[in-house]
C-alpha cells in the first residue's frame, strides 16, 4: 500500500511537504514517483527517485522549485515543494513499480499507485 499525505491550501510562494509510505512491499527496492492531476487535464508526471537514490528526475515546470528524497528506513519518499505557484494546483499521487531515468516519469509506467493527496495554491 501507498499512503500519499501533506497536501493542503497554501498561498502563492509557499511550501508544503508531501510524504508516500510505503507498507506491505519492500520500499527500498523500487523507484517512486510523484504525479499530478489538475482538474480537466492529464495526469503527469512531476519527480521520481530511484531506490538507491542516484537518480532524481523532474518536471521542467517544477526543476528548481520542488526536491523529491527518500528515507528507506522509513519506507517514506518526500517531495518538497517551494515558491508554490497556482499552476501547481491538482491531486497528487506517489506510484511505484515504475522506472526512473533522466526525465519526468511517465505515468503509464508505474503499475501501482496510492491515492491521492490535494494540493491547492491559492491566495
Known amino acids: 500500500q501507498l499512503q500519499a499525505s501533506g497536501g493542503g491550501l497554501v498561498q502563492p510562494g509557499g511550501s508544503l511537504r508531501l510524504s508516500c509510505k510505503a507498507s506491505?512491499?519492500?520500499?527500498?527496492?523500487?523507484?517512486i514517483g510523484w504525479f499530478r492531476q489538475a482538474p480537466g487535464k492529464e495526469r503527469e508526471g512531476v519527480s521520481c527517485i530511484s531506490n538507491n537514490v542516484e537518480i532524481t528526475a523532474y518536471a521542467d515546470s517544477v526543476k528548481g522549485r520542488f526536491t523529491i528524497s527518500r528515507d528507506n528506513a522509513k519506507n517514506t519518499v518526500y517531495l518538497q515543494m517551494n515558491s508554490l505557484k497556482p499552476e501547481d494546483t491538482a491531486v497528487y499521487y506517489c506510484?511505484?513499480?515504475?522506472?526512473?531515468?533522466?526525465?519526468?516519469?511517465?505515468?503509464?509506467?508505474?503499475?501501482?499507485w496510492g491515492q491521492g493527496t490535494q494540493v491547492t495554491v491559492s491566495s
Open positions: 506510484a511505484t513499480f515504475g522506472p526512473c531515468g533522466v526525465t519526468a516519469p511517465v505515468p503509464d509506467r508505474f503499475d501501482y
Open positions: 506491505g512491499f519492500g520500499m527500498p527496492n523500487f523507484a
